[in-house]
């Protein structure tokens, strides 16, 4: 409350004024008294809007429709005068600060059941708001109030009688908007028709500020076309909104109005029998001194005397602005001096009183924000796009050694096989462990223990002199990989929250997820012409150190998730639903289809998987929230992964049939071929696909990336032993590596779009595991060709390279096949717009 001024009239009808409380969209507001005692709250319509009739009628209308309102949580219109030469409206009067003040200045972000409770009874207020025909519109912290006994909505149906007002208005001067930018529908920005699904998304907004103390979108000193342009097009961030209420606030935010719950929908999902106050204590101790401040406040007398009203409740001491006279003295009623709250004593034993202690929740001061983008966030995604080379380095260079460790060992196939599975069996199994793990330690942590166990099982690897210990150490290396690979990924997606930044950094991870194979085949090749197998482990472990060094000195150290428990269920499900999925692939590929154990162990995989994912919809912490994956463009990029993942395997163990069997090439001029592929990889994620993705939608360049992959792999099916490097392999390598390094960013960005920062970890082992199940698919379909094309003995010497490259000729029109279902897959499914566009200018106006 701050003292009247000499401009304030004295009285407005029935009531005298004894403060200003404050000034809204349409005037100033104050506190006044009826005879009998009764405290009010009256708000006087500015003059130059009191002096447009179509103003007035609308007004009349609303305050009309606002006094019907019923319900607990709002505050009640008492009296109105719409007729008087300066209309008004008094309601009642609520003894408490607005929602801002108390999150911005005098708390802090409100705890978990605080947050419950408000939604619920802002909840209840929207329905009794709605049930009177009313649509709110300006939903936001300052029209709320804070009581004891809980919140009241203010300033229902009045914004209304601003819109579509006509002529030379305030209302369609340039700039304005009805509504709050920080608080508004995205039909809102667009200008279309609201519902009371738009007072839903607002109420959305208002329940992410007061769990967090930020707007929605950002702060809108970025520009005002740039902040409605994210309340139009971007998912928001709901970075610490309670876990307890994320699934409701995010389905509350949903772009579409229909997909947004109703207010009854949203009171009957937070209501609770908690006991108790429903605020913590501090807080209650400033409501209390405010509503003292009240019985205490002493108007001061004001200079002049001046009264509003006539005989209808108005005295006609002020001029009728309708009056051409009254129009030309006119002036704008200065605004309200500021209000600094105080903050409530807080007793300090062996002290006395002194300010209340920040609650845990309360941000500090002087630390970074956790949420502000990382100094070093480049130099960082080079320590991540190593981490994922590494691992991919893995893969990839002991497979080209096996003849070697064969020989030197001195093992038997069926020895082999083990040490060979041993890695991705442990991969494939724990990836959604990783993710979780990611989560909640933190991804920075969980990297530097992958980077610093994968170094350790590299080295226990290089110096293995028999199969036992090298079977663990692969097992190791997979297991560690399981902790890299979700956390690099999950770095990349919260690291690189700016839509022209984030495209750039799924750029260049994409040039490693799809090139990542092409250059280990190179390094592998080179390693083994220069050195002997060991060095295809032992070479893991300088790599690993160099990204340790990087991921302690460049990467952001965000904590994990606040008050989360271990999913032990989900984990278990999940790990052994991979593991069985995968080994059942595994032995398809090397034993067949027909084995019975495959059948069961793939069938097993499907099952527990159906069952991991069951309970991740009611688990209280859940590994996987259960909102990543009902994101239609986030599902939609999943599967398409599992897809191109299956259909990309078998591009590889072609090429290098073709070029060391048929043409006879060495490891190294083996490993130099891929270097074209390598390039058109990486111009196609970071030169094309990166910088279209702000102007083309993901859709349209995942289905181009994946058409040209397809006609690259028609290519390389045609190839024949006739056929030469530079003529008959080059392009439809050029052709697959340039596609999939187009298709490959847009569909990691829109996997892991819009993910919660405390869920990026779970939604990148998803996408990863996606991949990695793809490829086991490939590698089993693959296996299956082998199989059936060879069922009647090995080739004969003189046939061997005509039967086998008869068998990779198959194997490629069959990926062919499936990279056109993937195709299809993105381009049902995939329906996101463009992110990181040029901003639109707004077709609203600005209040």
């Known amino acids: 409350m701050d003292q009247l001024i000499a401009e304030d009239p004295t009285r407005i009808g029935p009531y005298r004024l004894i403060a200003r409380l404050g000034a809204g969209g349409m005037g100033l507001v104050y506190l006044g008294r009826s005879e009998g005692g009764r405290t009010v709250a009256v708000k006087v319509v500015q003059a130059e809007f009191a002096g447009n009739p179509e103003f007035r009628k609308r007004f009349a209308r609303e305050v009309a429709a606002a006094r019907r309102v019923g319900g607990n949580w709002t505050a009640a219109v008492l009296d109105a005068d719409t007729e008087a030469a300066v209309p008004w409206v008094a309601t009642q009067y609520i003894p408490g600060p607005d929602l801002h003040t108390v999150v911005a200045k005098d708390f802090g972000p409100l705890p978990e059941h605080a947050v419950r409770t408000l939604a619920n009874r802002l909840a209840l207020a929207l329905r009794a708001v709605h049930e009177a025909g009313l649509i709110h519109r300006d939903l936001k912290p300052s029209n709320v109030l804070v009581t004891v006994d809980g919140p009241r909505v203010i300033d229902f149906g009045i914004a209304r009688a601003m819109d579509s007002l006509t002529g030379d208005s305030l209302h369609t001067r340039t700039g304005m908007l009805i509504g709050s930018a920080g608080f508004m529908s995205p039909e809102q920005v667009r200008g279309l028709e609201l519902t009371s699904a738009s007072d839903v998304f607002c109420l959305g907004a208002v329940l992410v500020y007061a769990a967090t103390g930020r707007l929605l979108f950002g702060a809108a000193d970025t520009g005002l076309n740039a902040h409605l342009f994210r309340v139009a097009e971007e998912e928001a961030d709901l970075t610490g909104v309670p876990e307890s209420l994320v699934d409701l606030v995010r389905a509350c935010l949903d772009k579409d109005p229909a997909g947004r719950p109703t207010p009854e929908e949203v009171a009957a999902r937070t209501a609770t029998d908690q006991a108790g106050e429903w605020l913590p204590g501090t807080v209650l101790a400033q409501l209390g001194r405010h509503a003292a401040q009240l019985l205490d406040f002493a108007p001061a007398t004001p200079p002049a005397e001046a009264s509003v009203g006539a005989s209808a409740g108005a005295v006609g001491a002020l001029p009728d602005p309708r009056s051409p006279s009254a129009q030309q003295q006119a002036q704008p009623l200065p605004p309200p001096p500021a209000y600094a709250p105080t903050a409530p004593a807080h007793f300090v034993p062996g002290q006395g009183f002194g300010p209340p202690p920040l609650p845990a929740s309360f941000p500090d001061p002087v630390a970074p924000d956790p949420a502000a983008p990382h100094p070093r966030r480049w130099w960082g995604l080079l320590v991540i796009a190593l981490t994922q080379l590494l691992v991919l380095l893995a893969a990839t260079t002991f497979n080209l050694a096996v003849p070697s460790v064969q020989a030197e060992l001195d093992l038997a196939a069926d020895v082999m096989t083990p040490v060979v599975s041993a890695y991705f069996l442990a991969f494939g199994a724990l990836l959604l462990l990783g993710g979780h793990i990611a989560d909640l330690v933190g991804a920075r942590r969980t990297m530097v223990i992958g980077l610093a166990g994968f170094a350790a099982a590299s080295a226990l690897g290089g110096s293995a002199d028999e199969p036992g210990l090298l079977i663990a150490a692969r097992a190791l290396q997979g297991a560690f990989a399981a902790l890299l690979t979700p956390s690099a990924l999950s770095l990349v997606a919260t690291g690189f929250t700016d839509p022209r930044e984030r495209a750039r950094a799924f750029g260049i991870y994409a040039a490693i997820a799809a090139g990542g194979t092409a250059i280990g085949m190179l390094t592998g090749g080179w390693v083994l012409e220069l050195l002997d197998w060991r060095w295809s482990l032992y070479a893991g472990v300088p790599l690993a150190v160099i990204a340790l060094t990087g991921a302690l000195t460049l990467l952001p150290d965000r904590p994990g998730r606040t008050g989360a428990r271990f999913d032990g269920l989900g984990v278990l499900l999940g790990s052994l639903g991979l593991a069985a999925l995968t080994y059942g692939l595994g032995n398809a590929e090397s034993l067949g289809w027909s084995e019975p154990l495959t059948a069961v162990l793939v069938a097993g995989g499907v099952l527990l998987l159906a069952a991991f994912l069951w309970w991740q919809t009611r688990a209280s912490s859940p590994l996987l929230a259960p909102y990543v994956l009902k994101d239609?463009?986030?599902?939609?990029?999943?599967?398409?992964?599992?897809?191109?993942?299956?259909?990309?395997?078998?591009?590889?163990?072609?090429?290098?049939?073709?070029?060391?069997?048929?043409?006879?090439?060495?490891?190294?001029?083996?490993?130099?071929?891929?270097?074209?592929?390598?390039?058109?990889?990486?111009?196609?994620?970071?030169?094309?696909?990166?910088?279209?993705?702000?102007?083309?939608?993901?859709?349209?360049?995942?289905?181009?990336?994946?058409?040209?992959?397809?006609?690259?792999?028609?290519?390389?099916?045609?190839?024949?032993?006739?056929?030469?490097?530079?003529?008959?392999?080059?392009?439809?390598?050029?052709?697959?590596?340039?596609?999939?390094?187009?298709?490959?960013?847009?569909?990691?960005?829109?996997?892991?779009?819009?993910?919660?920062?405390?869920?990026?970890?779970?939604?990148?082992?998803?996408?990863?595991?996606?991949?990695?199940?793809?490829?086991?698919?490939?590698?089993?379909?693959?296996?299956?060709?082998?199989?059936?094309?060879?069922?009647?003995?090995?080739?004969l010497p003189e046939t061997f390279a005509v039967e086998f490259l008869g068998v990779y000729t198959t194997t490629l029109w069959i990926a062919v096949g499936g990279t056109l279902l993937a195709v299809l897959s993105a381009a049902l499914l995939v329906t996101a717009g463009r992110t990181g566009a040029e901003t639109p200018a707004p077709t609203a106006q600005r209040r």
């Not at 279209?692 to 028609?714: D, E, H, K, N």
Request: positive net charge; aromatic residues 6%.
């Open 632 to 795: 239609r463009n986030r599902l939609g990029a999943v599967l398409t992964l599992v897809l191109a993942g299956a259909c990309t395997l078998a591009l590889f163990p072609a090429l290098d049939f073709w070029m060391r069997q048929i043409v006879g090439y060495g490891p190294t001029e083996s490993g130099l071929a891929y270097l074209p592929m390598i390039a058109a990889a990486v111009l196609g994620s970071t030169q094309l696909s990166a910088r279209l993705q702000s102007r083309v939608a993901p859709r349209t360049l995942i289905v181009a990336g994946l058409v040209a992959t397809a006609v690259g792999t028609a290519l390389l099916a045609g190839v024949d032993t006739a056929s030469t490097f530079t003529a008959g392999v080059m392009p439809g390598m050029l052709l697959s590596g340039f596609g999939l390094g187009l298709a490959f960013m847009p569909l990691l960005a829109t996997a892991t779009a819009a993910v919660a920062p405390q869920h990026a970890g779970g939604a990148s082992a998803a996408v990863t595991t996606a991949q990695a199940v793809g490829q086991s698919i490939g590698a089993a379909v693959l296996g299956g060709v082998f199989a059936a094309r060879l069922s009647g003995g090995s080739p």
